[in-house]
């Protein structure tokens, strides 16, 4: 798949079969970009790994996203 068909995938699929997603790629392909851009009328959390260390730092940044 490439970065073109994520939004008809997310649209059609995400509501249907996933709650989580994670989107794999080389740097610099606009993933971040892509994401932030299809969620920004939605109603959602978007979390970054990048940087993170093990799952208490995950749990802490979902938490105060959730607050």
């Known amino acids: ?3 073109s068909d994520l939004g008809k995938i997310l649209d ?4 249907k079969y996933y709650d989580v997603v994670l ?6 392909v606009g ?19 990048f940087g993170l260390k093990n ?4 749990k802490s940044n979902l938490y105060f996203s959730l607050n």
């Open 1 to 3: 798949m490439n970065i």
């Open 12 to 15: 059609n699929d995400l509501k």
């Open 23 to 28: 989107i794999n790629g080389i740097w610099g």
């Open 31 to 49: 993933k971040t970009f892509y994401i932030n851009r299809y969620l920004k009328d939605k109603k959602s959390i978007y979390v970054s790994l």
């Open 55 to 58: 799952m208490e730092e995950l």
